[in-house]
């Protein structure tokens, strides 16, 4: 059975530094003579070794069956074997020793055992007693018994061939030769070996005391390595070799039975505590269980409770390399050097390593600084550190610079190629690694390194703002405009710059050091280079905009989007470009202050205004719309024919107002109604996101920061934080409530505007110059309403909902107001007599009813409402003809000085305009002769009918009194009273 390979991912795994074994003894070989040597101590120590089943097992048994054993052994009886037996056939299984090879060591030892003295043995006399008592037969072929043969004589060189040539030395260089040639080896006698044997004995014992210091003491070094190894290789039948990493469940009991090698080897406690860590560690390197490394920390602790740890091991000297030489070391200090060696090679390079494993980085970092006991100076001489914590400061803060320098290499390496592929500013790109490096050190790193030093964030982020800041400085001082490297480069520094500042101030606020580093992390100049290029962009921005607001208003032509977004298409591009600014304002990742705030809300704000004044300046004046009022005259009935008078000069509207009236059909206004409502509902969502995109990118300092410097400042931050909040919360709530204020009145306007329009433009005709024309049974109100409903089956079949009933009410209350031009301004072709009244009523009620319509259109109370000044001035028509004379002449000490033609939609009961129009209008010879006395009012008949065109003039009641009145004249100044027509009213009544 092999063990399993090594993977190539594990690291390399130490070396002690023993001298190298000449004869090039395998592992197998080291494996097996150790083994020996196991079951030597535990035979010489009186422990059984052989069982009567043993003696009757096959020796055809090959390697595999060893690991039968092993496979088995959970399911044996418990009385079935003698527990140190059960254990030595663990161990056999775990080093991988054949059965064969296991049987012939135990008998031939048990042999020897029986028939020696009690006394001292070593390595060199078991190895003796194997070659002399197995034999060729004890082997399944030639080949096998020529290895072992091997291996032997290798062992016995590498116990004794060490030293400078001497006759001992040759004597037992050709000994050793006599047993590797097999086949001589075979033809000797017994005797002959034996004395072979002895001669190797003899000589051995000769050097060891030429080998005797001044002291008095024997120099053992010359094996030392030989048995270092062997006994590395029992303690590593802890693991089980089928399952990498794993330590035995009988470890402990192996431990044991391992330490009767002792004596045989030269180990003592300290040795063995140190070796045992020794492989622990080294089993750890190979497979990389963290389980292991804290088992190896729990040995290494063992070995430091003993006062003179550092001189443990003298016989056993190791070679280490240092500094360009090598230095000569006890087996303990070696051990503990070389185990703190390897840490800081991971640890020099932790970013390299532990990446993603901050619990393995915590499991190194603590192990190197337990053993960070020792330390080589500058001539290589060992040496203790004078205080433990100032070590662990000293290399806590080493591994921190050289990880971080060694993590920003890295990064640069690779950066131009990486900048080529993705065609990106490479200075973006290393802002964004030396980022991801802050991000790792505070999450991975800093919180494991705060143990051992607590300035290790602050270390590492000024070492990265000093590294990234020589490469940025020169990037900065080039900068001119706002161009797309700069957005870029800047955004990722000023990211970077955040996580650094917060790396700095995690390890600021746990600091307790009597004089840390400053206070504040230096900062990239970012916000002093992009205040200004910011709001030049932002400039540009807002000019481009309304440059496209102008052209995209000389292509709109009012037609809706789709059948489900009725609104019109300039507006959706708009807001496109709007929204692209407010998305790159906020996406730029740069620091922005209040004054970057309002120069983005100025700018979508003023891009509606001027997109809201475009839409309103296409309007017309709504004046223009109303037709001019006929000449005032007086109702007279005649029997004979006379010719009429033409009317005025009529009024004929110029060429842009023609032209624009006919682009604002009640389809297009109903499109730029959509339109307008269609900003107002955007302008609530982009309130809504510009809030949160501020939330989240607005300048902010962490209160933990404040707590270190002073601790009144967390009071001091959250009153400034409230202030600021505040004051954000009064610029939003002020720039949005203005356009808001002011989509809503444009809105209002073109409602008011497209109820104007369709009645007094568009039905002018059917509704002002038919109704009631000629006597109010050849027009009435039924004929008209179905035109009025045509317009409003277009107006709710294009206008949004949210603004449909306002529309339909501005038609109803142009239908009102056309309604009372009729009663009061319908001219020559209209009179009603006091019969005529309740028709009149019966068809107010019925303009009232078609707007209710059963319920499903507007409210009958608002329409009731609304139509009561409407049903006033019915009732006035029906009021004798005397109470409205006087009724007027009490109206007179109320009219202006200065009276013009009244204001359309603001007439009054007791306006003299209102009751003057009444009497013209009223079929009554009364009225018609107050009228002849006091106005000298034509009479009717004189007059067409309708009108052809507008009049150029007003037809207000001081026109025709200024034409007509021989009683009085107003001054030039047009200053006179009212009183004096009072007064000639008294006169003649």
Not at 212 to 241: A, C
């Amino acid at each position: 059975m092999t063990r399993p390979a090594k993977s190539s991912e594990n690291g390399v795994v130490p070396i002690l530094g023993l001298p190298h074994l000449q004869t090039g003894l395998s592992d197998e070989d080291l494996r097996e003579s150790a083994y020996g040597v196991l079951v030597a101590s535990l035979v010489f120590s009186g422990i059984e070794v052989v069982n009567e089943q043993d003696r009757k097992k096959e020796r055809s048994s090959n390697i595999l069956a060893g690991l039968k054993v092993k496979k088995n052994r959970e399911i044996l009886p418990a009385h079935s074997l003698d527990r140190n037996l059960e254990l030595l056939n663990i161990i056999r299984s775990q080093m991988e020793v054949a059965v064969v090879m296991d049987s012939c060591i135990r008998q031939s030892l048990t042999r020897r055992a029986s028939r020696a003295s009690s006394g001292q043995i070593d390595v060199l006399n078991i190895v003796l007693g194997l070659v002399k008592s197995i034999s060729r037969s004890s082997f399944p072929n030639e080949k096998s018994y020529v290895q072992w043969k091997n291996r032997q004589a290798n062992i016995l060189e590498e116990l004794c061939c060490h030293g400078h040539l001497t006759t001992e030395y040759a004597t037992i260089k050709y000994s050793i030769g006599k047993i590797r040639n097999a086949r001589e080896w075979d033809m000797m006698s017994p005797s002959e070996r034996a004395e072979i044997l002895s001669s190797i004995r003899d000589s051995a014992s000769k050097i060891s005391h030429k080998s005797r210091n001044e002291d008095g003491s024997y120099d053992l070094s010359s094996d030392h390595h030989l048995k270092v190894r062997l006994y590395e290789n029992l303690l590593s039948s802890v693991f089980d070799i089928l399952e990498e990493g794993q330590i035995l469940v009988e470890a402990n009991e192996i431990l044991k039975l391992v330490k009767w090698t002792w004596s045989i080897l030269g180990i003592t406690q300290i040795i063995h505590d140190a070796l045992y860590s020794w492989v622990l560690f080294k089993q750890f390197v190979q497979t990389d269980k963290e389980d292991l490394l804290e088992y190896t920390t729990i040995q290494t602790q063992k070995v430091l409770a003993t006062e003179s740890f550092y001189e443990g091991g003298e016989c056993f000297l190791c070679t280490i390399e240092w500094r360009e030489s090598l230095v000569k070391l006890n087996l303990v200090p070696a051990i503990f050097i070389l185990m703190n060696r390897w840490c800081d090679e991971k640890l020099l390079n932790y970013h390299g390593h532990f990446s993603q494993e901050s619990s393995k980085f915590k499991s190194i970092l603590s192990f190197a600084m337990t053993t960070a006991v020792l330390d080589l100076d500058e001539f290589g001489e060992l040496t203790k550190p004078d205080g433990l914590t100032k070590d662990t400061l000293r290399k806590s803060k080493m591994y921190v610079e050289y990880s971080v320098q060694a993590a920003y290499m890295r990064v640069l390496d690779s950066l131009d190629l990486k900048a080529n592929l993705e065609r990106t500013h490479p200075l973006a790109l290393l802002a964004n690694a030396v980022k991801l490096i802050a991000e790792k050190e505070s999450a991975v790193f800093c919180p494991v390194l705060h143990t051992w030093c607590s300035e290790a964030g602050m270390i590492a982020a000024t070492l990265l703002y000093q590294l990234f800041s020589e490469r940025l400085t020169p990037f900065i001082q080039g900068i001119s405009s706002l161009s797309q490297d700069v957005k870029v480069v800047l955004s990722a520094a000023h990211m970077l710059d955040r996580e650094l500042s917060q790396l700095y101030y995690f390890s600021y606020k746990g600091n307790h050091l009597d004089q840390p580093l400053k206070v504040d992390l230096d900062h990239f100049q970012i916000g002093e280079v992009s205040a200004s290029i910011i709001l030049d962009w932002l400039i540009s921005q807002h000019a481009y905009i309304l440059d496209w607001i102008g052209r995209a208003f000389d292509l709109e032509e009012w037609e809706p989007l789709s059948t489900q977004q009725k609104h019109a298409v300039s507006i959706v591009e708009v807001f496109r470009m709007i929204e692209e600014t407010v998305d790159q304002f906020f996406g730029l990742k740069l620091p922005v202050n209040i004054t970057h705030l309002q120069a983005l809300l100025s700018l979508v704000i003023h891009s509606l205004d001027a997109y809201l004044t475009k839409v309103l300046g296409q309007l017309v004046d709504k004046n223009l719309l109303y037709p001019s009022a006929p000449s005032l005259t007086r109702y007279e009935e005649t029997t004979i024919p006379m010719p009429r008078k033409k009317m005025v000069e009529l009024r004929i509207l110029d060429d842009n107002s023609t032209s624009a009236l006919k682009q604002l059909t009640v389809s297009k206004l109903c499109i730029r109604l959509n339109t307008l409502q269609y900003i107002k509902n955007q302008v609530i969502l982009l309130e809504d996101d510009m809030r949160k995109s501020w939330g989240l990118i607005r300048p902010f300092v962490k209160r933990r920061w404040f707590n270190i410097v002073d601790e009144v400042a967390p009071e001091i931050l959250e009153r400034t934080m409230s202030m600021s909040k505040e004051s954000i919360d009064e610029l939003f709530a002020t720039t949005f409530d203005g356009i808001k204020k002011s989509t809503t009145d444009a809105i209002s306007k073109v409602i008011d505007f497209t109820g104007t329009k369709a009645l007094f433009w568009d039905l002018r005709e059917s509704f002002l110059f038919q109704l009631y024309c000629g006597g109010i049974e050849r027009a009435r109100m039924d004929t008209v309403l179905p035109k009025v409903d045509v317009v409003l089956n277009q107006v709710c079949g294009l206008v949004d909902d949210s603004v449909r009933d306002p529309v339909v009410l501005s038609i109803f209350h142009a239908s009102l107001e056309g309604y009372l031009w009729v009663l009061l301004d319908g001219g020559p072709s209209r009179a009603f007599s006091d019969s005529d009244v309740n028709l009149l009523e019966d068809d107010l009620r019925a303009l009232q009813d078609f707007f209710v319509a059963d319920g499903e259109g507007l409210p009958r109370s608002t329409v009731e409402r609304d139509s009561k000044f409407a049903h006033q001035v019915l009732s006035l028509f029906s009021l004798q003809t005397s109470s409205i004379i006087q009724m007027l002449m009490t109206a007179s000490d109320h009219i202006s000085t200065r009276v013009q033609s009244r204001s359309h939609g603001h007439r009054s009961l007791d306006n003299a305009n209102t009751l003057i129009r009444i009497l013209c209008h009223k079929k009554d010879i009364e009225a018609s002769k107050f009228l002849k006395k006091h106005y000298r009012l034509p009479p009717s008949s004189e007059y067409e009918d309708n009108p052809k065109n507008e009049s150029t003039l007003s037809s207000a009641i001081i026109t025709d009194l200024l034409k007509r009145s021989a009683s009085f004249r107003f001054p030039d100044t047009g200053h006179s009273s009212f009183k004096s027509l009072k007064k000639k009213f008294q006169e003649g009544w």
